[in-house]
């Protein structure tokens, strides 16, 4: 008789999960569509009809990435795995990378290369800020990597880094260009063909509108040869993609079952984010961005970023002096069903950040957040300084 169960545990009533309006920095609100694609009877991993839709999830993200490259695919795991698998797959002990960091995930970039043994040198900018070219090639010059890493939509800051012009510094200095677009991919304008990317990768769970689960990666063919040239393995199994592409590219060889419903999903994303077309996509983002913007001004709040780098996808909003942030973020969800996101890193405790992304980036949704703001922030001043 098994002595560990379960009789009287909360756990052994089916699931019931509660209903929420997901504006914080991710997981965003899956689109319908893509979770009735998610509940399909799942197929094997090496099922004719899964090879077909592997084809059709590769094409799919090229057109979302704006990219040719061959080796598009999306990792079995989160945002992070894509990241790591972009500097497992191209880091050599020794190999210096520059990581341009003006925000927590830069940092998070910089702590993956070391851990694949390369010399990580950093150039820094207050959060909040984006770089110039100028700053880039200065760091260039003095560092001379062979990866330039960056964030082009920094989740904890709510800057896009303009990146026009890096690409062409990356060539003039001989390095590859490594771009996590985690918080733009399907929300903000992105042509990594065009600004000469070497390396990048996302996530499904913000401008796609699919659930956490996949890390789209792309490779272009300069990163390809540094790949090709290592003279050592590449250090993890499960993110090499020379290993991958067997099961990717043609051969169709087992490397991993894949999650093939993870998968369906973000086969449907794709195909929506196509079906709407992408300027439309990002045009939407960017009208509803800015309602967002000016409604909060309207009430009296500041945006933590310049107008000319705020990221349409995630706008981070000073939490007014004597206001419970943290408070005021669980009072919008315990009461209302509406999560926020509080501030990361050092803006812990003085950002609010609010996420449109993908399915959520709706007129109704920047409605639903600024009247909330409207009427509960002064009632919520009033309790915590009652409380006080
Ligand atoms: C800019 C950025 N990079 C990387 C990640 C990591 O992605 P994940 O949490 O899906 O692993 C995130 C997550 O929010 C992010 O915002």
Same mark, same amino acid.
Not at 204 to 212: A, D, E, R, T, V
Not at 251 to 254: F, K, L, T
């Given at each position: 008789m098994p002595s560990v169960n379960l009789n009287h545990h909360k756990a052994f009533q089916p699931i019931c999960t509660p209903e929420r309006l997901l504006l914080g920095p991710g997981p965003s609100n899956a689109h319908p569509d893509v979770l009735k694609a998610l509940s399909l009877p799942p197929v094997g991993h090496l099922d004719p009809f899964y090879v077909e839709l592997m084809g059709e999830v590769q094409e799919l993200l090229r057109y979302a990435w704006q990219t040719s490259n061959r080796l598009t695919l999306p990792m079995s795991g989160t945002g992070s795995s894509a990241m790591e698998a972009t500097l497992a797959n191209t880091v050599e002990k020794g190999d210096t990378v520059l990581v341009a960091i003006k925000g927590y995930f830069g940092n998070r970039l910089a702590d993956m290369a070391g851990r694949y043994g390369a010399n990580v040198q950093v150039v820094e900018k207050k959060w909040g800020q984006a770089f110039s070219l100028d700053e880039l090639e200065e760091a260039l010059i003095k560092t001379r990597p062979a990866i330039l890493a960056m964030v082009h939509a920094e989740t904890s800051t709510g800057v896009c880094q303009p990146m026009e012009g890096i690409g062409d510094l990356c060539r003039k200095y001989e390095c590859l260009l490594l771009l996590d677009t985690v918080t733009s991919l399907g929300g903000v304008p992105l042509f990594l063909d065009e600004w000469k990317v070497d390396l990048a990768y996302s996530c #499904?769970?913000?401008?796609? #509108?699919?659930?956490?689960g996949l890390g789209p990666f792309t490779m272009s063919s300069r990163a390809e040869e540094k790949l090709a040239n290592r003279s050592t393995k590449v250090p993890n199994w499960y993110l090499d993609v020379s290993l991958l592409n067997k099961y990717w590219g043609s051969?169709?060889?087992?490397h991993h079952t894949a999650p093939v419903n993870m998968n369906f999903g973000i086969r449907e994303a794709l195909r929506l984010l196509a079906e709407e077309g992408l300027e439309e996509a990002w045009n939407r983002h960017r009208t509803n961005a800015e309602n967002l913007w000016s409604g909060l001004q309207r009430l009296g709040l500041e945006m933590h970023v310049d107008e000319n780098l705020r990221l349409p996808t995630l706008t981070t909003v000073k939490i007014p002096e004597g206001i419970d942030g943290k408070g005021f973020a669980l009072h919008l969800l315990n009461k209302h069903g509406v999560e926020i996101g509080g501030g990361l890193g050092e803006l812990a405790g003085k950002v609010w950040r609010i996420g449109l992304m993908g399915y959520n980036s709706t007129p109704e949704n920047v409605s639903r957040v600024l009247n909330l703001f409207e009427s509960e922030l002064s009632v919520f001043d009033k309790i915590d300084s009652a409380a006080a």
């Open positions: #499904s769970q913000k401008g796609l #509108s699919c659930p956490p051969d169709r060889v087992y």
